[in-house]
């Protein structure tokens, strides 16, 4: 058994993943429309000044600004 692969007993509904270069977001389903989970892609901070937004109702993700 590998670790690293989600099933879907286990999918989480958000998966995030830090210190990317750019935002970015994508809603991934089960072949069998089981499950849903939003990937998103979290800038640097520090870099970006962008934080990230997940509504967890709608599973969207937007970015707010602080440049």
């Keep these: ?3 690293f692969v989600l ?3 286990s999918a989480p ?3 995030f993943a ?5 935002f970015s977001s994508r809603l991934v389903e089960g072949a069998d429309g089981k499950y ?3 990937v998103v892609c979290v800038p640097s901070f520090s ?3 962008e934080a990230v ?3 967890v109702n709608s ?4 970015t707010i600004s602080f440049k």
């Design 36 to 38: 849903k989970t939003r």
């Design 18 to 22: 830090g210190n990317q270069a750019a």
């Design 13 to 15: 509904h958000v998966l």
């Design 47 to 49: 870099k970006t000044g």
């Design 1 to 3: 058994m590998d670790p």
């Design 53 to 55: 937004l997940v509504d």
């Design 7 to 9: 099933d879907q007993a």
């Design 59 to 62: 599973l969207e993700a937007t």
